[in-house]
C-alpha cells in the first residue's frame, strides 16, 4: 500500500494538482535532500512537522509521497509501503500532530485539510498494535481513546484487551474502548 497525499482524496478538500501545484510554489530553500533509506540514493523533501524529541521529522517528497526521517540524516519514503518507524508518531499526542501539520501548511501555503485528513494515522495505529511492543500499543490506545474506532481497529483492541504481552494499564483501555464501541 503506497501512502501518497494524494490518492484517493476526500471531496473537496484537495486535489492532486492543488497539492503539486501548492509543493512546487514551495521555494527551494526549504527542500532538504536526504539519503535515502529505502533505496540506494537520495530524496528531496519537504519535513513539515517534528514527531518526536528524538528529532524525527514528518514531512513529504517533491511528489507528495509522505518521509519520515532526520534533518541530518536517512529519509523513509511511504511510496512501498508504511514503514514501521512510522509508530513515532504516537510518541506525541495526536493534538501536537494535528497543530504541527497546520502550523507547517501555513508556513509553506499548503491546504491543512489536506494534509491533515490524509495522515494515514488509522494505519500507523493497527501497525502499534500488531507490533506486539507494550509501549506501542499503550500509545495507540492513548490516541484511540481520543477518536472514533473502526471495525478493523475493534477486532484488534478485543485481541489487545487478553494480550500477555501488554501490560495492564493497556489491556484495561482496550477492554474500556471495547466496551464502549459496543454499547
Known amino acids: 500500500?503506497?501512502?501518497?497525499?494524494?490518492?484517493?482524496?476526500?471531496?473537496?478538500?484537495v486535489t492532486e494538482n492543488d497539492l503539486m501545484a501548492e509543493l512546487s510554489a514551495v521555494p527551494e530553500t526549504c527542500w532538504i535532500?536526504?539519503?535515502?533509506?529505502?533505496?540506494?540514493?537520495?530524496v528531496m523533501w519537504l519535513p513539515l512537522t517534528k514527531i518526536s524529541e528524538t528529532g524525527i521529522w514528518l514531512g513529504l517528497d517533491r511528489k507528495g509521497v509522505w518521509t519520515l526521517g532526520r534533518l541530518d540524516g536517512v529519509?523513509?519514503?511511504?511510496?512501498?509501503?508504511?514503514?514501521?518507524?512510522?509508530?513515532?508518531?504516537?510518541?506525541?499526542?495526536?493534538?501536537?500532530?494535528?497543530?504541527?501539520?497546520?502550523?507547517?501548511?501555513?508556513r509553506f501555503k499548503l491546504?491543512?485539510?489536506?494534509?491533515?485528513?490524509?495522515?494515514?494515522?488509522?494505519?500507523?495505529?493497527?501497525?502499534?498494535?500488531?507490533?506486539?511492543?507494550?509501549?506501542?500499543a499503550e500509545r495507540a490506545v492513548c490516541w484511540?481513546?481520543?477518536?472514533?474506532?473502526?471495525?478493523?481497529?475493534?477486532?484488534?483492541?478485543?485481541?489487545?484487551?487478553?494480550a500477555d504481552w501488554a501490560n495492564q494499564r493497556t489491556r484495561h483501555t482496550a477492554r474500556r474502548l471495547v466496551k464502549g464501541v459496543e454499547q
Do not use: C, Y
Open 111 to 136: 491546504s491543512p485539510d489536506g494534509l491533515e485528513s490524509l495522515v494515514p494515522v488509522d494505519d500507523v495505529l493497527a501497525m502499534a498494535i500488531r507490533s506486539r511492543s507494550s509501549h506501542w
Open 144 to 162: 484511540m481513546s481520543e477518536r472514533a474506532i473502526p471495525g478493523d481497529q475493534l477486532v484488534l483492541l478485543r485481541g489487545l484487551s487478553t
Open 33 to 42: 535532500f536526504s539519503a535515502h533509506a529505502n533505496e540506494a540514493g537520495a
Open 1 to 13: 500500500m503506497t501512502f501518497l497525499v494524494h490518492p484517493v482524496l476526500k471531496a473537496g478538500v
Open 75 to 106: 529519509v523513509e519514503s511511504s511510496a512501498e509501503g508504511l514503514p514501521s518507524s512510522w509508530v513515532t508518531i504516537l510518541d506525541a499526542d495526536e493534538s501536537s500532530l494535528r497543530a504541527g501539520l497546520a502550523s507547517a501548511a501555513e
